[in-house]
């Protein structure tokens, strides 16, 4: 009985202080091949490696992330002019890979997603893109909407954004209805896609 004992502090002496490690960087060239690793805070468990690609007007950008995460789900997002992958996971400088490039083919299904002047331009779902997201939230006092696809495994991390009322995903095609918009609504997007990404 008191070799248990003995045996099971050992192992809480040994574990109780591991903290996660994962790779660190951004790549604004599409690129994370100058990356770190870095010892995580408390209450980050787990490792995240994301893909976005934004295109405005005839520009298109890559970004690639790496980093610890409080909590995250793998799967995809889209909104339109930016698309992001992210894959999550638990255990040590396991986000060594890039994240592949954000899916493209269609799936069939599609929901709304808005520029600077409505909410009613429709969105073709990619990859495992199953649900519609809305979002809503203030800027400089003006009120915005996001609206796009998601994956369900995001749906369901639920997690709350600053200054981001009322994300919620629903089932169906174009289950959101479309509505017009009279401010830019880029910033909300971008604070959206970083808080989902790094929190």
């Known amino acids: 009985m008191d070799l248990q004992i003995s045996v099971f502090l050992l192992f809480i002496l040994f574990t109780a202080g591991h903290s996660l490690s994962c790779y660190e960087?951004?790549?604004?060239?599409?690129?994370?091949?100058n990356q770190n690793v870095k010892t995580c805070p408390s209450g980050f468990s787990k490792c995240m490696s994301s893909t976005?690609?934004?295109?405005?007007?005839?520009?298109?950008?890559?970004?690639?992330?790496k980093d610890c995460a409080?909590?995250?789900a793998s799967g995809s997002m889209n909104f339109g002019y930016a698309k992001t992958s992210l894959t999550c996971?638990?255990?040590d400088r396991c986000n060594v890979q890039d994240t592949p490039d954000p899916p493209i083919v269609p799936?069939?299904?599609t929901c709304y997603s808005c520029d600077?002047?409505?909410?009613?331009?429709?969105?073709?779902?990619?990859?495992s893109e199953d649900r519609c997201f809305k979002a809503t939230g203030s800027f400089g006092g003006q009120s915005m909407v996001i609206k796009g696809c998601v994956s369900?495994?995001?749906?369901?991390?639920?997690?709350s954004v600053r200054d981001v009322q009322g994300a919620s995903c629903c089932e169906?095609?174009?289950?959101?209805?479309?509505q017009s918009v009279t401010q830019s609504f880029l910033f909300l997007c971008c604070s959206l896609i970083s808080f989902i990404l790094l929190h």
């Open 52 to 65: 976005t690609a934004v295109n405005v007007g005839n520009n298109g950008v890559k970004v690639k992330l």
């Open 70 to 72: 409080a909590d995250c």
């Open 172 to 178: 169906g095609n174009l289950c959101y209805g479309a």
């Open 116 to 127: 600077e002047k409505s909410c009613s331009n429709i969105l073709s779902c990619s990859g």
């Open 89 to 91: 996971c638990n255990t």
């Open 107 to 109: 799936n069939g299904k």
């Open 152 to 159: 369900k495994s995001i749906c369901d991390a639920g997690s």
């Open 25 to 33: 960087c951004m790549g604004l060239t599409g690129s994370c091949a």
